[in-house]
């Protein structure tokens, strides 16, 4: 994902390892904020992009890879 953040030309008098720092602060608690309302409908777009059934939104029966048996369990 890329994202561009337009900073007023005063900005860039301030050292670039400060703004790189600001910059990914920014980010972190814009992705802190809108990622949890972005859940569902991220899932939606990957099953739907690979032509997968939904799991319903209440399923908490999900598999997983067994690491030590290279099965998988429920």
């Given at each position: 994902?890329?994202v561009?953040?337009k900073?007023?030309?005063?900005?860039?008098?301030?050292?670039?390892?400060?703004?790189?720092?600001?910059?990914?602060?920014?980010?972190?608690?814009?992705?802190?904020q809108?990622?949890?309302?972005?859940?569902?409908?991220?899932?939606?777009?990957?099953?739907?992009?690979?032509n997968?059934?939904?799991?319903?939104?209440?399923s908490?029966?999900?598999?997983?890879?067994?690491?030590?048996?290279?099965?998988?369990?429920?």
């Amino acid at each position: 994902m890329d994202v561009m953040v337009k900073f007023p030309k005063f900005i860039h008098k301030i050292p670039r390892s400060i703004l790189q720092k600001t910059g990914d602060k920014l980010l972190t608690q814009i992705v802190r904020q809108v990622s949890p309302r972005l859940t569902y409908k991220v899932q939606e777009d990957f099953h739907s992009s690979f032509n997968l059934p939904l799991p319903p939104a209440s399923s908490c029966l999900f598999y997983r890879l067994d690491s030590c048996e290279g099965g998988l369990l429920a």
